[in-house]
């Protein structure tokens, strides 16, 4: 399966954007997507994922952020919807896509992200 992620930019600080990872080449449902995000000298960190139906999220910890994950499969579509943006949340986000939350094969190619004023 291949993924297209789109929608970063320039943001100020507290501001909105939304994340948009397209799929095609393989059948959407049969995986588990998820977004995760890296600044340079970082290790990757998992953001949020979702589960093959669109009805569970999966959260890097117990605390909930101000960012929400949805999927439309109708057309082979996540979102990631980032709110109340932070200039810590500058990364460039990747999403992903695998048959296990262990193991994401397919990655799409990023997207920038920059918060600041």
């Known amino acids: 399966v291949q993924l297209q992620a789109s929608g970063g930019g320039l943001v100020s600080p507290g501001g909105s954007l939304r994340l948009s990872c397209v799929a095609s080449?393989?059948?959407?449902?049969?995986?588990?997507v998820a977004w995760f995000r890296q600044t340079p000298g970082k290790e990757r960190e998992f953001v949020l994922g979702?589960?093959?139906?669109?009805?569970?999220?999966i959260y890097p910890d117990l605390l909930k952020g101000p960012f929400t994950i949805s999927r439309d499969n109708h057309k082979n579509t996540v979102y990631l919807q980032m709110n109340r943006l932070k200039p810590e949340d500058t990364a460039v986000y990747y999403c992903?896509?695998?048959?296990?939350?262990?193991?994401?094969?397919?990655w799409g190619q990023g997207t920038q992200v920059t918060v600041s004023s």
């Open positions: 979702i589960s093959r139906d669109g009805l569970a999220t």
């Open positions: 080449g393989g059948t959407f449902t049969d995986y588990i």
């Open positions: 992903a896509a695998g048959q296990s939350t262990t193991n994401y094969a397919y």
